[in-house]
């Protein structure tokens, strides 16, 4: 199985600030996608951004962005002007091109906001 | 629609007790998920159904019996459980197919909690 590994149990961020969350995975397939997702407390789990293993360019989505360096197996999370609606926890996860239905998830980085 | 919705939030039982977890979209996923979740930690899963059909289940004890009856539902029966068995249960859905456009959409959870 893959292992997807986020080494920030915990991270804090000054509002309007921008923060970077840490992901590392481990996989000898080359062709895979990636995944933020975010669970606010008590609150439903939604994907903040994906991002396709042989696109070469990062994928954004408004305020979010990601830092894929493919051959490093590294995918990092920013988020810019941080706002306390980002208080969450949040998960990378991997999946392959070839199974599609397993999806491996890292063990999480809470992220607080600080006003 | 672009929901998953997850019945009921919240369910208290007893350790001989009965009881289903109930799940729905209407996005035509084919592809439909049980996932158990601890508090701050990451969602384990439990079992996959892959056009109604079940098609991973990961080694979980039989007093968790899963259950499709058509494309849109997912039950996930709950019988004899142990208090260990206490946690967030994640219904997820995805469409059915190895592409980039696979990807988890998750309801909001049933707490469940056994005495």
């Known amino acids: 199985a893959q292992t997807v590994t986020q080494s920030q149990p915990e991270m804090s961020v000054q509002e309007a600030e921008t923060v970077t969350l840490s992901c590392t995975y481990d996989?000898?397939?080359?062709?895979?996608?990636l995944f933020w997702y975010k669970q606010p407390p008590s609150r439903q789990m939604i994907l903040v951004i994906r991002?396709?293993?042989?696109?070469?360019q990062n994928a954004t989505e408004n305020r979010f962005s990601v830092n894929f360096q493919k051959a490093a197996k590294s995918f990092s999370l920013k988020i810019s002007d941080s706002q306390l609606g980002d208080a969450a926890m949040y998960f990378c996860?991997?999946?392959?091109?070839?199974?599609?239905?397993?999806?491996?998830f890292g063990t999480g980085t809470s992220l607080t906001v600080i006003p | 629609d672009t929901e998953v919705t997850q019945t009921p939030k919240h369910l208290v039982m007893g350790m001989t007790n009965k009881k289903s977890l109930k799940c729905e979209q209407h996005?035509?996923?084919?592809?439909m998920y049980w996932y158990k979740q601890k508090a701050k930690k990451p969602p384990e899963l439990m079992f996959v159904?892959?056009?109604?059909?079940?098609?991973i289940n990961e080694s979980v004890p039989s007093r968790f019996s899963p259950e499709c009856p058509n494309s849109s539902l997912l039950n996930l029966h709950l019988h004899a459980l142990q208090p260990e068995d206490s946690a967030l249960y994640l219904c997820?859905?995805?469409?059915?197919?190895?592409?980039?456009?696979?990807?988890?959409?998750f309801g909001a959870g049933s707490r469940l909690t056994v005495l």
């Open positions: 159904y892959s056009y109604e059909k079940l098609s």
């Open positions: 996860a991997y999946r392959s091109a070839n199974t599609g239905n397993q999806f491996y």
């Open positions: 991002q396709e293993a042989y696109k070469q």
């Open positions: 996989t000898s397939e080359s062709d895979y996608y």
């Open positions: 997820a859905s995805s469409r059915q197919q190895a592409g980039g456009a696979n990807v988890l959409t």
């Open positions: 996005m035509g996923h084919r592809a």
